[in-house]
């Protein structure tokens, strides 16, 4: 599609953004304006904010893993599910959402880079735990006893991403790099498609609509995740 040729390409890298789960109706979690209950996201996933009122804190995320619950994995998550099982090569997932639809279509070689919003970590052990769909301060953390340790497991506004070491590596010797469903104007994410560049890879963007970053890639693919991702599935599958 789109001059989009297969080569013999060994390892995959794929990162994902909202606009694959925004598909399955998780949207960005901002009403008017770009607020949440009048505040500002930036102001609800800081750690500062945690410190200044964890009860804020504790309820916006309470309310996000209630809508994840109602969420199903769409044609998307399912495709690259499907590839990481048949691929032949090396194939690694990274996204940069939260949620956790990835694993729930059946990808298990996922690095969620921002973290997981159904685990909560504790702060005095570093411990990462499954988490209720509900938990505040009140809750004891089951590896030190103490409330209010626990928070969620995810990388806020400051804090650096995870496994950035690993997916340096993954990307350092990849041979297709596919950016789904993300602006890629965010770092380090934004910068994924020069070191994949860099390591001599092919690139491939699908988005509704160019980003900021589409000039960065050698190819693009315009339309809806849910209809490109399987028909990239197909092509990688069905070539020798």
């Known amino acids: 599609m789109n ?10 890298v794929v990162l994902t953004g909202a606009g694959i789960s925004a598909e399955s109706g ?7 304006g770009g607020l949440w209950e009048q505040h500002r996201v930036e102001e609800v996933a800081t750690p500062e904010a945690f410190a200044a009122d964890p009860a804020m804190v504790y309820r916006f995320y309470n ?12 044609a998307a998550h ?6 990481e099982r048949r691929w032949q090569g090396g194939f690694a ?4 959402n939260v949620d956790n639809l990835h694993r729930r279509a059946g990808s298990t070689r996922v690095y969620s880079m921002h973290g997981e919003l159904d685990k909560m970590r504790c702060q005095r052990s570093g411990s990462v735990l499954d988490a209720p769909v509900y938990f505040d301060s009140e809750h004891c953390c089951s590896c030190c006893g ?3 340790s626990l928070r969620p497991h995810v990388v806020w506004f400051g804090e650096v991403p995870l496994f950035m070491d690993e997916i340096t590596a993954l990307l350092a010797h990849c041979d297709l790099f596919v950016a789904i469903g993300t602006s890629s104007t965010v770092y380090p994410a934004a910068g994924f498609v020069a070191l994949a560049r860099e390591a001599g890879a092919t690139t491939l963007e699908i ?3 160019p980003t900021e970053a589409s000039s960065r890639f050698h190819h693009h693919w315009r339309g809806r995740a849910t209809e490109l991702v399987p028909k990239l599935a197909d092509l990688l599958l069905s070539s020798p």
Request: charged share 20%.
């Open 93 to 96: 997932l990274v996204t940069q």
């Open 146 to 148: 103490v409330a209010g």
């Open 207 to 209: 988005n509704p609509e």
């Open 3 to 12: 001059g989009l040729k297969t080569e013999h390409w060994h390892n995959i």
């Open 78 to 83: 399912r495709a690259l599910a499907e590839m």
């Open 26 to 32: 998780l949207g960005t979690f901002r009403g008017a």
């Open 63 to 74: 309310a996000r893993r209630a809508q994840l619950a109602e969420a199903e994995p769409n």
